[in-house]
């Protein structure tokens, strides 16, 4: 399979617990880019690289949220101290260079948080 | 980015074309259109952009008004398979990331 691939699919976690999710992009796409989206809602963007730079945050990135893609291939998403309004669906796209390019996305990792 | 007015749910019958409109009556000159679709417990999936032309490819059609205020995704044989939400995009080339909305809840009626 050389699409998007995330791990894991799914999360359950504890309020106030860490976790991190790890993204495989498309073999050579330079950019990746992650999404939220809660139930009944489209995606909402997060953040992206072009290879290992980090060009663009959202502000629904808090403090509480770093992302990372240190050699320009995989990246992981991390929150720290989690809250239950970070539950969510979490996507990570890729795509060979600019936005005008199709992104091809991951299946997710859904984040429960008790 | 132009904002996109889209039905939040539309119904087709098995085997007719599925015409799903959007309406992004802001747009301006250097904008595309795109199209994404998503199938329940899996990520978006491009389906197909245009910025003025009609565009076609092997899932579905584009049909982009002349004042570009207006769109339809045409799917032209519905299968079960498309039942999905599909999301109308309007993008600056010069912006790096997809703005979703809610899009449209297309479901195919066997």
């Known amino acids: 399979d050389t699409g998007v691939s995330q791990n894991p699919r799914h999360k359950i976690t504890k309020r106030g617990q860490n976790v991190t999710f790890r993204c495989d992009p498309i073999?050579?796409?330079?950019?990746l880019y992650w999404y939220r989206q809660t139930l009944g809602q489209g995606p909402e963007f997060l953040t992206y690289?072009?290879?290992?730079?980090?060009?663009?945050k959202s502000r629904l990135l808090s403090d509480r949220f770093s992302a990372e893609r240190p050699k320009g291939s995989f990246s992981t998403l991390e929150i720290q101290r989690t809250e239950q309004g970070d539950s969510a669906m979490y996507l990570c796209?890729?795509?060979?260079?600019?936005?005008?390019?199709?992104?091809?996305f991951g299946s997710g990792t859904q984040l429960s948080v008790l | 980015d132009a904002k996109t007015t889209q039905p939040p749910s539309m119904d087709c019958a098995e085997g007719r074309a599925a015409n799903l409109p959007c309406n992004h009556s802001t747009i301006s000159g250097n904008e595309y259109v795109y199209w994404y679709r998503q199938i329940h417990s899996q990520g978006p999936q491009y389906i197909i952009h245009?910025?003025?032309n009609n565009e076609t490819n092997e899932m579905a059609s584009l049909i982009i008004t002349e004042d570009r205020k207006s769109s339809t995704l045409i799917l032209p044989h519905a299968t079960l398979r498309d039942t999905a939400v599909y999301y109308c995009i309007v993008i600056n080339f010069g912006n790096e990331k997809l703005t979703f909305g809610t899009g449209t809840r297309l479901t195919i009626i066997p």
């Open positions: 073999s050579e796409h330079n950019r």
């Open positions: 690289f072009q290879n290992e730079a980090q060009l663009e």
């Open positions: 245009g910025l003025k």
């Open positions: 796209a890729s795509t060979p260079g600019a936005i005008n390019e199709k992104l091809f």
